[in-house]
């Protein structure tokens, strides 16, 4: 992007008039963004405006707070801080956010692209689709197809789904797993359906590094560990916090594949964007759903903040 | 060594195998299921092959509603996508003006937040402005959260493309606006694909959101209507289901392997021709 501002110099020199054509490229630059950013300003900090607002009064959809809301003031956050259910949706998010993101498609998506990067290109070719596929289906379709693959158990009337039938074929114990292990449930299916994002991003980093360094620390002595630990991390930790911070933000406003797999009413995975949205819509409470999606927004500007400045792009 | 190179490179296909597999298992039910005529949740090879599942729901006109209104929104998404970003990355890419850095850096910064955290909100604001359970609310607020991501893609792919050519445009009498159109355009068309692609997919795949902002029945796109269809009835057809969740899912897998390796690029920051 360096280079484009030295190509533009001459250019602009060249013009006859630079000063009046500066003025007429500023109007022209204005009439083209504008519709873009009237668009994102209305829609997009609209909703956000508007959750600032109305998470200060006791809007709901029934009763008092729906015909005319009164203003509340912090009431809605204090009441936050006394929720014991809150806490728990809060818990239960950071649990699914270190458990199925930071730990499950970081570290299985890392592992993924250092092993794939010497194989035969057929195997990599159809190893690549089937984890991309996971992740490219749509977010309501991944949570049946989990759903199916979790179903059953010993007192279930269903159809075994699949991993029991494997569980049982291996002669072990079948379970409701969705009931009796919902916590590892959805960060098995999360990661399951994630880990392609952090993979190709991997891949993409790990050609960047010339093979050269790690060919001379190999005659150097340095063992497999060694050279990733001191070669291969430190050349993509840019790539590495890049993608912490994505998947961060992409776990944190999950709800769907959650939603559609559990029917929305566990409290053992019922994440903050789950519990705001029955506060909203099952409660009435849109105030206070609101006050918490602030709550979330707030966590995630401040690390699209870091992310920028992460990826320290010159513009 | 060799033998161990070999060993290690063994022992690598050998684990790769293993998460292949994990990847693929919980795949095979909708495709098996989709073509077995008396499918339930288990995993079976269907006694015959038989389309009668796409077949019913295609006749008893389960698909072809909320699938046109998942392509309402989809296309009209796109194409507001598409001239948006398109016009407002243009000048961003070629001219200098004074507060053009902080702009990037808020097309940056509101490109990654989690826009999707605020329907609750939206729901209270369209019912001021009247949107609620319209199909041109939900695209707005599609519009509003795939622009600056959009924004920040078309502006690196017109970065990538030489000014000469414009500047021979304007030589040869062209307005900016028509060497944006006739130069600028057809040059740029990976990237716009990529950029039509990618906002198509934000409105085609979404669920939360028509969840939220739609109503009526009629108006229900394939994300939702999928899930209230078949979420709520007792007796679920589940061959029904999974042909219904392969004709959803697979404009999705097509388009999305088109453009995922520039996805990547793009938000690593390594998108620069």
Same mark, same amino acid.
């Given at each position: 992007?360096?280079?484009?501002?030295? &190509?533009?110099?001459?250019?602009?020199?060249?013009?006859?008039?630079?000063?009046?054509?500066?003025?007429?490229?500023?109007?022209?630059?204005?009439?083209?963004?504008?519709?873009?950013?009237?668009?994102?300003?209305?829609?997009?900090?609209?909703?956000?405006?508007?959750?600032?607002?109305?998470?200060?009064?006791?809007?709901?959809?029934?009763?008092?707070?729906?015909?005319?809301?009164?203003?509340?003031?912090?009431?809605?956050?204090?009441?936050?801080?006394?929720?014991?259910?809150?806490?728990?949706?809060?818990?239960?998010?950071?649990?699914?956010?270190?458990?199925?993101?930071?730990?499950?498609?970081?570290?299985?998506?890392?592992?993924?692209?250092?092993?794939?990067?010497?194989?035969? &290109?057929?195997?990599?070719?159809?190893?690549?689709?089937?984890?991309?596929?996971?992740?490219?289906?749509?977010?309501?379709?991944?949570?049946?197809?989990?759903?199916?693959?979790?179903?059953?158990?010993?007192?279930?009337?269903?159809?075994?789904?699949?991993?029991?039938?494997?569980?049982?074929?291996?002669?072990?114990?079948?379970?409701?797993?969705?009931?009796?292990?919902?916590?590892?449930?959805?960060?098995?299916?999360?990661?399951?359906?994630?880990?392609?994002?952090?993979?190709?991003?991997?891949?993409?980093?790990?050609?960047?590094?010339?093979?050269?360094?790690?060919?001379?620390?190999?005659?150097?002595?340095?063992?497999?560990?060694? &050279?990733?630990?001191?070669?291969?991390?430190?050349?993509?930790?840019?790539?590495?916090?890049?993608?912490?911070?994505?998947?961060?933000?992409?776990?944190?406003?999950?709800?769907?594949?959650?939603?559609?797999?559990?029917?929305?009413?566990?409290?053992?995975?019922?994440?903050?964007?789950?519990?705001?949205?029955?506060?909203?819509?099952?409660?009435?409470?849109?105030?206070?759903?609101?006050?918490?999606?602030?709550?979330?927004?707030?966590?995630?500007?401040?690390?699209?903040?870091?992310?920028?400045?992460?990826? &320290?792009?010159?513009? | 060594?060799?033998?161990?190179?070999?060993?290690?490179?063994?022992?690598?296909?050998?684990?790769?195998?293993?998460?292949?597999?994990?990847?693929?298992?919980?795949?095979?039910?909708?495709?098996?299921?989709?073509?077995?005529?008396?499918?339930?949740?288990?995993?079976?090879?269907?006694?015959?092959?038989?389309?009668?599942?796409?077949?019913?729901?295609?006749?008893?006109?389960?698909?072809?509603?909320?699938?046109?209104?998942?392509?309402?929104?989809?296309?009209?998404?796109?194409?507001?996508?598409?001239?948006?970003?398109?016009?407002?990355?243009?000048?961003?890419?070629?001219?200098?003006?004074?507060?053009?850095?902080?702009?990037?850096?808020?097309?940056?910064?509101?490109?990654?937040?989690?826009?999707?955290?605020?329907?609750?909100?939206?729901?209270?604001?369209?019912?001021?402005?009247?949107?609620?359970?319209?199909?041109?609310?939900?695209?707005?607020?599609?519009?509003?959260?795939?622009?600056?991501?959009?924004?920040?893609?078309?502006?690196?792919?017109?970065?990538?493309?030489?000014?000469?050519?414009?500047?021979?445009?304007?030589?040869?009498?062209?307005?900016?606006?028509?060497?944006?159109?006739?130069?600028?355009?057809?040059?740029?068309?990976?990237?716009?694909?990529?950029?039509?692609?990618?906002?198509?997919?934000?409105?085609?795949?979404?669920?939360?959101?028509?969840?939220?902002?739609?109503?009526?029945?009629?108006?229900?796109?394939?994300?939702?209507?999928?899930?209230?269809?078949?979420?709520?009835?007792?007796?679920?057809?589940?061959?029904?289901?999974?042909?219904?969740?392969?004709?959803?899912?697979?404009?999705?897998?097509?388009?999305?392997?088109?453009?995922?390796?520039?996805?990547?690029?793009?938000?690593?920051?390594?998108?620069?021709?």
């Amino acid at each position: 992007m360096q280079v484009e501002t030295k &190509r533009v110099q001459p250019l602009r020199m060249a013009t006859p008039a630079p000063r009046r054509s500066r003025h007429k490229r500023l109007r022209l630059a204005i009439l083209f963004m504008a519709p873009a950013f009237l668009v994102i300003a209305l829609f997009m900090f609209g909703p956000a405006l508007w959750a600032l607002y109305i998470s200060f009064t006791n809007m709901s959809l029934t009763g008092a707070g729906a015909a005319t809301p009164q203003w509340v003031g912090i009431q809605n956050f204090v009441q936050i801080l006394h929720d014991a259910e809150f806490f728990n949706a809060f818990r239960v998010s950071l649990t699914y956010l270190v458990g199925s993101a930071l730990i499950g498609q970081a570290v299985l998506g890392l592992l993924l692209a250092m092993l794939m990067r010497h194989r035969q &290109r057929a195997f990599k070719a159809v190893l690549g689709a089937i984890i991309i596929v996971a992740w490219v289906i749509p977010d309501v379709v991944a949570g049946f197809l989990w759903s199916s693959f979790l179903a059953g158990g010993p007192q279930s009337v269903l159809a075994p789904g699949l991993l029991n039938s494997i569980v049982a074929t291996f002669g072990l114990p079948q379970h409701a797993w969705l009931q009796d292990y919902p916590m590892a449930s959805i960060i098995v299916a999360n990661t399951w359906r994630g880990t392609a994002f952090s993979m190709l991003l991997y891949a993409s980093a790990l050609e960047g590094i010339p093979p050269e360094l790690l060919e001379a620390a190999s005659i150097d002595g340095a063992g497999l560990w060694a &050279r990733i630990r001191y070669i291969t991390l430190p050349l993509i930790k840019g790539s590495i916090a890049t993608d912490l911070l994505l998947i961060t933000l992409a776990t944190l406003s999950d709800f769907t594949l959650v939603y559609v797999l559990t029917g929305g009413s566990n409290l053992s995975t019922e994440l903050l964007t789950i519990y705001q949205y029955r506060q909203a819509f099952q409660f009435y409470q849109i105030g206070y759903g609101s006050a918490i999606s602030l709550l979330i927004l707030v966590v995630g500007a401040i690390l699209s903040l870091l992310y920028i400045r992460v990826l &320290r792009v010159d513009l | 060594m060799t033998i161990r190179r070999g060993l290690t490179s063994t022992s690598a296909y050998l684990i790769l195998v293993i998460f292949g597999l994990f990847f693929l298992v919980p795949l095979l039910w909708p495709i098996l299921a989709s073509f077995n005529p008396s499918a339930t949740l288990s995993v079976t090879i269907p006694a015959h092959f038989s389309l009668i599942n796409y077949q019913t729901i295609i006749t008893n006109g389960l698909v072809a509603g909320p699938f046109g209104n998942s392509l309402i929104l989809a296309i009209s998404t796109m194409l507001l996508v598409i001239i948006l970003a398109g016009l407002a990355a243009y000048p961003l890419s070629r001219y200098q003006f004074p507060f053009k850095g902080p702009l990037m850096y808020v097309i940056l910064f509101a490109s990654a937040l989690p826009i999707l955290a605020l329907v609750t909100p939206l729901y209270a604001l369209y019912a001021s402005l009247n949107l609620v359970d319209t199909l041109q609310g939900v695209v707005l607020f599609f519009v509003a959260s795939a622009l600056p991501f959009c924004i920040w893609l078309m502006k690196n792919f017109f970065d990538s493309i030489p000014h000469e050519l414009e500047e021979a445009a304007w030589i040869d009498g062209a307005s900016t606006f028509q060497a944006l159109i006739y130069v600028l355009f057809p040059l740029a068309a990976p990237g716009i694909a990529v950029v039509g692609v990618w906002s198509f997919l934000v409105a085609w795949t979404n669920f939360f959101v028509p969840l939220i902002i739609l109503q009526s029945q009629n108006l229900l796109p394939a994300s939702v209507h999928i899930y209230t269809f078949f979420g709520s009835y007792g007796q679920v057809n589940y061959g029904q289901l999974a042909a219904y969740a392969m004709l959803y899912a697979l404009p999705a897998v097509i388009l999305y392997t088109l453009v995922s390796r520039f996805f990547v690029r793009g938000v690593s920051g390594g998108l620069k021709g």
